[in-house]
């Protein structure tokens, strides 16, 4: 008589070799008076020596078993699990099922076949179907004859470009990006302060096209945002062209396959494109922050769709900006930078490094306005090529931006209103003032780019920096 | 089961989507008078036009190549970026 405290669950697939070698055993089993309950994955008239065979094909069971490997035998006493084995190991199956013999003239071992619930992207979806994940955003189910694509854009999802529709799967699939809980909430997110939980962040990265491995930048990306410092609120109202940058720095920028190198600030990076536009998705659909509504910019710039990159620590001679911020080089962050557009500043000549802070600060002058001091702040991406100057003269990069600082020096005389004949400039009170062009860490050094070029680029920022305006904010990035 | 999408906005508006806000006023609006090509939708839209300018309206007039299709994007587009509003008259 089988012992009714010891029973057994058997879970099979018929397209697996191992699975078709054992069903002798079975037989076997149940001869032996063996209670077994045997699931099938995916042909419940197999093994056709059991009578009634559990359908599996939906898979419920075999994930709620956690089943990884067909076969696998688990040994019960009443609901509870004692222990289990995989595959086919004559030793283990005669110890768990108690017997002296099994399977004779069967080789001693024989490794099992993945399960069909730990298929590729199989774990998500049955996780779905019967796990306990709850998802609380609102559920929009699309018509039958709805464009799914189309869809996004009418409902004003989207920033002019295609969205990767939103679908529960996806979501899903983003959230497994990260440990923190769908619903713990990052902030509140302008311009109308509705709260952003991890859950509504991951849908706007499933649109903005992020790979599940991306929702952390993400996540830090938009807490950054949201710190008072960073003025999200004013910068996205603001007619200037400036919105956020975020700079990624640290082992995930590698991890993750940013470029930080040639054409790194331009397009063909999946995550440096998709992130800083789930930011972007994130201020549009949570914050309703739209071009014409609270986004009052004059022009704007095309960084509004998307600006992040990664700074090239690898080949650099400098500390990174994180560092300089103060984070372990082993931290991943992201700095967020109220930016407007790319300048370039070329020097070809220049192989001394006073020579090429001459340039720098030449072009520096111009950023905002040539007559405006301690307004817009400045990040320099600094080529390679262009901080190899510095390094052959083993410059620091304090050294070069306290170079730069004097070089951008200006007697207010010089940047009063009406002088040089334009009425634009400083008001009357500074004429005897000796001012820097920018505040007190107004000027932001960032090592990235490809090899070849004797270029860096100048990103000016918005006019209302510091107290009165935006600050750059870093903030280190968990899983 | 048709395709399911996780709302990605704050869900402050309703599910559906809403149609555009209505005008509360015709003062200074033009307001775009579509004939379908059915027979007699040009006695309704006369009389709406006589009615629209007594008041001061300005009227302007679209018609459709046939009634059996929609209208041609050419005419969508005409119509929406000169008029604040449009009716279109179904008739027989």
Known sequence: MPEPDKH?????????????????????????????????QDDPDFPTCVESVGDDRSLEQSWRLNIETVPTVIRMRGATEVERTVGWDRSEWLRIFELEQLGNGLPDFRPGCGSKSVEPGMVEKLALR???????????????????????????????????????????????GTNRAPDEVLGLVPPDLQACSVEKAAINAVMAGCKPEYLPVVLAALEAALVDEFCMHGLLATTWFSGPMIVVNGPIANAIGMNSGGNALGQGNRANATIGRALQLIIRNVGGGKPGGVDRATLGNPGKYTFCFAEDEENSCWESLAEEKGFAADNSTVTLFAADGVQGMADQKSREPDSLCRSFAASLLTVGHRKFAMLGDAFVIISPEHQRVFSDAHWSKQQVKDRISELTLRSGAELINEVDGIAEGMPEFVREMELPKFKPGGLNLVHAGGSGGLFSAIIGGWLASGEMGSSPVTREITL | MNEVFLDPTAELNPEGRAVLPRLTSLEGKTVGLLDINKPRGDVLLDRLEQLFTERGVSVNRYSK????????????????????????????
């Open chain 1, 130 to 176: 019967f796990g306990d994940i709850t998802l609380s955003a609102r559920r929009i189910e699309i018509a039958e004859l709805e464009d799914p694509m189309e869809t996004c854009f009418e409902r004003g999802w989207s920033d002019g470009l295609p969205l990767v529709p939103p679908t529960e799967l996806r979501v899903v699939r983003m959230l497994a």
């Open chain 2, 65 to 92: 190549p046939t009634m059996t299709r929609v209208a041609p994007l050419e005419v969508k587009q005409k119509i929406a970026s000169e008029c604040d509003a449009v009716i279109e008259a179904l008739a027989d």
């Open chain 1, 8 to 40: 057994y669950i058997l879970v099979l697939k018929q397209d697996c070799p191992t699975c078709a070698l054992i069903e002798p055993v079975i037989a076997e089993l149940e001869a032996a008076g063996r209670t077994l309950q045997v699931w099938c």
